[in-house]
């Protein structure tokens, strides 16, 4: 399977037409802000691992794995990154391609500042995934696999 690089940031066509109405109304302050996120299923135990969040979005709650795509890396690039800097697990690039199932955006005017989220959607088979002596490390500050 040939990798297929994904622009960062996205062109502003990657933005979808029902979210149009939003971004050409009076507010010219749009933040559009893109990131991964990577869901880790074990098939063999019919589950996904998951992760309290300790600070920043999501504080207090389980989530799934990723963050903000850096400047100098793809989309790819950064899940793989996220994930490792998370957990412990190192997934290949080419992983990551294959795994790749969508792309979700969020649109936020809660505070009058219109923020849009652009997520890259990936879902890891775990069962193919090796850590260091096959187990998950646990994470950083921002996140604690359990």
């Known amino acids: 399977m040939s990798t297929q690089k994904i622009p960062y940031p996205p062109p502003s066509s990657s933005i979808p037409p029902s979210f149009q109405p939003y971004i050409s109304g009076?507010?010219?302050n749009l933040q559009v802000k893109h990131y991964t996120?990577?869901?880790l299923h074990v098939p063999t135990l019919s589950s996904i691992l998951l992760g309290l969040k300790n600070r920043g979005f999501g504080c207090g709650f389980y989530n799934s794995f990723g963050g903000k795509i850096e400047k100098d890396e793809d989309v790819y690039e950064s899940a793989v990154r996220e994930v490792k800097e998370e957990t412990g697990l190192d997934v290949r690039k080419e992983t990551m391609v294959e795994s790749r199932v969508g792309t979700l955006r969020f649109a936020f005017d809660d505070e009058g500042d219109g923020r849009v989220m652009v997520?890259?959607?990936f879902k890891v088979n775990l069962d193919v995934v090796k850590g260091k002596g096959g187990t998950v490390e646990y994470g950083c500050e921002e996140i604690t696999p359990e």
């Open 119 to 121: 997520v890259e959607l």
């Open 37 to 39: 996120l990577v869901i």
């Open 26 to 28: 009076s507010n010219t």
